[in-house]
T-cell receptor
Framework: DAGVIQSPRHEVTEMGQEVTLRCKPISGHNSLFWYRQTMMRGLELLIYFNNNVPIDDSGMPEDRFSAKMPNASFSTLKIQPSEPRDSAVYFC?????????????FGPGTRLTVL | TQLLEQSPQFLSIQEGENLTVYCNSSSVFSSLQWYRQEPGEGPVLLVTVVTGGEVKKLKRLTFQFGDARKDSSLHITAAQPGDTGLYLCAGLDTGGFKTIFGAGTRLFVKA
């Protein structure tokens, strides 16, 4: 298996533009997580899905952020409009399920820079 | 709000030295995990501890979960340059589904 796949790996955009980050989880995994990592705030959980249904989006910072999981093999995180303070590395992770202690497998991340 | 504090934030040591990093909270966690992250990559799970007082060993790494399940430590014996990276502890909240990460300990082992 190729592991969790994220695209693009790097994104540079201007303030006000829409940004869409993509994730393909590991086949057979039922849970998917979106995280944001910065030096100041560390790794923050934004939202997670189970069986394609959003379970907890309390970590989404603002209404400018939205996430979807239309099927078991694809998820998107959208920022509209983007702002410079959104600059960070965004990770997608998947796990077999939400059972306690289930290992989360992380993708390589998307480094977003908003100018 | 459950928080995990890691210490130290940064650690630079010589190859062959021993070290311990700590992960502390005032909250109880169902389980606690340790991840290692290298530059340009996502975190990779090292271990999961579930039972209070549990000790797990992974080669030169020893992980301990506190008796009250509020804290944990990672001890590395005879550190090697390949151990360099960001070590993150992550607690699973008592609701059972949400993982909370500490800020990490950045370790640099000099040859």
């Amino acid at each position: 298996d190729a592991g969790v796949i994220q695209s693009p790996r790097h994104e540079v955009t201007e303030m006000g533009q829409e940004v869409t980050l993509r994730c393909k989880p590991i086949s057979g995994h039922n849970s998917l997580f979106w995280y944001r990592q910065t030096m100041m705030r560390g790794l923050e959980l934004l939202i997670y899905f189970n069986n394609n249904v959003p379970i907890d989006d309390s970590g989404m910072p603002e209404d400018r952020f939205s996430a979807k999981m239309p099927n078991a093999s694809f998820s998107t995180l959208k920022i509209q409009p983007s702002e410079p303070r959104d600059s960070a590395v965004y990770f997608c992770a998947s796990s077999l399920n939400l059972a306690g202690g289930s290992e989360q497998f992380f993708g390589p991340g998307t480094r977003l820079t908003v100018l | 709000t459950q928080l995990l504090e890691q210490s130290p934030q940064f650690l630079s040591i010589q190859e062959g030295e021993n070290l311990t990093v700590y992960c502390n909270s005032s909250s109880v966690f169902s389980s606690l995990q340790w991840y290692r992250q290298e530059p340009g990559e996502g975190p990779v799970l090292l271990v999961t501890v579930v039972t209070g007082g549990e000790v797990k060993k992974l080669k030169r790494l020893t992980f301990q979960f506190g008796d009250a399940r509020k804290d944990s430590s990672l001890h590395i014996t005879a550190a090697q340059p390949g151990d360099t990276g960001l070590y993150l502890c992550a607690g699973l909240d008592t609701g059972g589904f949400k993982t909370i990460f500490g800020a990490g300990t950045r370790l640099f082992v000099k040859a």
